[in-house]
Nanobody, 118 residues
Framework: QVQLVESGGGLVQAGGSHRLSCAAS????????MGWFRQAPGAVRDMITR????????WYTDAVKGRFTISRDNAKNTVYLQMNSLKPEDTAVYYC???????????WGQGTQVTVSS
């Protein structure tokens, strides 16, 4: 079992930057990849980025490409989401996830709210 704890949510002005963190604990040796989903009010929960553990290969959805960066600290088993040029439409609850195999998101964080004011 992997446990995930997110931190860093808050209120940000449009055009600003913000960073989220997600610390993994437990059976971290079984992690294939980690990533972030987000869910805006009244919308479905969508994946926005992920990073593969074995080679740090990353993927981004078009809506955040060029503005958000996912990275990892191996020693701390922590993943970061650096968000730049934030827009009001980035307002959502952000969830950290861990997968034990491709597409199998077994562990979820509790979610952290990011609100971007215009």
């Amino acid at each position: 079992q992997v446990q995930l704890v997110e931190s860093g949510g808050g209120l940000v002005q449009a055009g600003g930057s913000h960073r989220l963190s997600c610390a993994a604990s437990g059976r971290t040796s079984g992690i294939f990849s980690m990533g972030w989903f987000r869910q805006a009010p009244g919308a479905v929960r969508d994946m926005i980025t992920r990073i593969r553990w074995i080679d740090s290969h990353t993927w981004y959805t078009d809506a955040v490409k060029g503005r958000f960066t996912i990275s990892r600290d191996n020693a701390k088993n922590t993943v970061y989401l650096q968000m730049n040029s934030l827009k009001p439409e980035d307002t959502a609850v952000y969830y950290c996830v861990a997968a034990s195999s491709p597409g199998s998101y077994d562990a979820w964080g509790q979610g952290t709210q990011v609100t971007v004011s215009s």
